[in-house]
């Protein structure tokens, strides 16, 4: 079940529930692209059809911030909870040891997708890394076509589960148009900044904090060069969300 904001198609799930449909997914014979949007990447759907698109597509696309929750309250189709990218990550390299299913980490800074293997690693010792590739920048008007080598390596290695790292909307497109070339993913999900948290280059929000929905607010503590990008995804948002229900409520007439 979706709801629909702002053109964008939300999954209504919960961290479990994707845990669940990821197990089907590695079972499965065909390919899935998971996203995981927030309010931020809604934004930005409103300018970029293609990103939008792409979204709406994917098998899954999680509820990966907390204002999307609070969106879907106010236009009477709840979301049942956040699901943080950054925690899904930890969840889905469980479940990999567990399957005996191996995973691939590409993107991020220099040197953080391998600092992140490690860390993944060190929690779970049977955990199958068949590759952590980061300092790779992709031009975005290049995402269908300068990516030979990259595919090259990651076929070479044969992962099950491939964790993007080049930030929206370049990672969804780069999956999207890269997906089918990749025989062994069975499961490709973008996880924007998920390595700088996993490898402890940035530190996440007090879980207090978290759980009143507040990380934003941690976020712009730490990062003051934030303040336009979360101002996007709490205070634009909240008003496009608010102007979108009116226009709704009064129909096509």
């Known amino acids: 079940m979706k709801i629909n904001i702002l053109g964008v198609l939300i999954d209504r799930i919960t961290s479990k529930e994707v845990l669940k449909k990821i197990e089907e997914f590695l079972n499965s014979d065909t390919q899935h692209y998971i996203t995981t949007p927030n309010p931020e990447f809604v934004m930005r759907a409103q300018k970029d ?3 939008r698109n792409i979204l709406n597509k994917s098998d899954i696309a999680i509820p990966d911030g907390i204002g ?3 969106a879907s309250h106010f236009l009477g189709n709840p979301i049942p909870e956040r699901v943080a990218g950054s925690d899904l990550v930890w969840k889905i390299a ?3 040891e567990y399957k005996n299913c191996s995973l691939y980490l590409l993107g991020g800074k220099e040197g953080v997708a391998e600092e992140a293997a490690r860390k993944l690693k060190e929690k779970y010792p049977n955990l199958k890394i ?3 590739e980061s300092g790779g920048e992709v031009e975005e008007r290049k995402l269908k076509t300068q990516n030979e080598e990259m595919v090259k390596r990651i076929n070479e290695r044969q992962p099950d589960i491939l964790l993007v790292a080049f930030g929206a909307p370049k990672q969804e497109k780069w999956i999207y148009y890269n997906l089918s070339k990749l025989s062994s993913v069975k499961v490709a999900i973008g996880v924007g900044g998920t390595f700088d948290f996993i490898a402890g280059r940035i530190k996440r929000a007090p879980m207090f904090l978290r759980k009143l929905g507040m990380e934003w607010l941690w976020r712009l503590f ?9 101002l996007t995804a709490t205070v634009r948002f909240g008003w496009k969300v608010l102007k979108w229900k009116i226009k709704k409520a009064k129909g096509p007439f």
């Open 49 to 51: 059809e293609e990103f």
């Open 94 to 96: 469980k479940l990999a």
């Open 130 to 132: 068949k590759g952590a």
């Open 68 to 70: 999307l929750v609070f």
């Open 222 to 230: 730490i990062e003051p060069k934030r303040i336009n990008r979360i």
